[in-house]
């Protein structure tokens, strides 16, 4: 399947600039969404040495530094997003394919990723890496594209029937790349089911300890389609003591 891989989508300049228009929109899901779900599930980071893996432009490494972390190294492929992202004394970018990246072993005390694994193609691969970053006791939260928006080939989003909209769940087994239609052709993302997602986790030896499939608050008009099916996924879970 060809479509342009999420390391280099945004480096590309139509999609960048797109992407940046939704961003500061007021109608993307992470600010409204992600963001808060995210923080409802992260420990206190206080003295953490933290990994965050696909930062963009780095708004939740600077928080997390900002909340006492003690370092943060924040991870991205795009030269555009690591450009864009604002300098703070305790984080560290680092431009690096996720797919690719090493670690000193046992380096983290706490790992995140927002809203990138998605387009990682070998999650299982990456998860075993970061189990081992994470010292004995360390936590691992990330959110994802929920399997249940990535599942269709190609991922189309609503579906008009002629009494409304449904979203099309399908092919939901058939793990693997799909292509969508965002901002330009041809992005490309990975499907997982949840079932693959987890099992990931629990196979690198790590513990799941928290999940969440965040909507809006009810009384939010703009974003009430993401009150009838998920748009995202978060899991967290901690390597053994
Ligand atoms: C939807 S953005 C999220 C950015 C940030 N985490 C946030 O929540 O604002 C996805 C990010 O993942 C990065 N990304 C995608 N595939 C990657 C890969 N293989 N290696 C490193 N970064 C990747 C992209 O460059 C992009 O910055």
Redesign the pocket.
């Known amino acids: 399947m060809t479509g342009i ?3 280099d ?3 590309d300049p139509r999609f960048f600039e797109g ?1 940046r228009r939704l ?1 500061t929109s007021g109608t993307a899901l ?1 600010d409204a969404i ?2 808060p779900a995210m923080a409802r599930l992260l420990p206190p980071v206080a003295g953490l040495s933290v990994v ?9 490494a600077r928080r997390l530094a900002d909340e006492g972390a003690a370092d943060v190294l924040a ?4 030269e555009r ?1 690591l450009v864009s992202a604002e300098k703070h004394p305790r984080v560290r970018y680092l431009r ?4 690719t ?1 090493t670690l000193p072993p046992g380096c983290a005390d706490l790992v995140v ?4 694994l998605h ?2 193609a070998d999650y299982p691969a990456l998860i075993r890496s970061v189990a081992g970053w994470l010292r004995p006791g360390g936590g691992f939260l990330f ?1 994802q594209e929920h399997p249940i928006c990535t599942a269709r080939r190609p991922m189309t989003g609503w579906l008009e029937t002629g009494n409304g909209t449904v979203w099309p769940v399908d092919d939901y087994a058939a793990e693997g790349p799909r292509t969508q239609n965002w901002i330009v052709e041809g992005v490309m993302k990975h499907h997982r089911r949840t079932a693959t997602l987890i099992n990931a986790l629990l196979g690198a030896g790590l513990e799941l300890t928290g999940i969440d499939e965040p909507g809006p608050a009810l009384d939010s008009p703009e974003l009430a389609e993401h009150l009838r099916r998920p748009p995202i996924l978060l899991l967290a879970a901690v390597r053994p003591p």
């Open positions: 891989a999420g390391r989508l945004y480096d992407y961003r992470n992600e963001v965050d893996l696909g930062c963009g432009t780095g708004a939740l991870v991205d492929a795009s997003m690096a394919d996720l797919e990246l990723s927002s809203l990138a387009y990682v959110s």
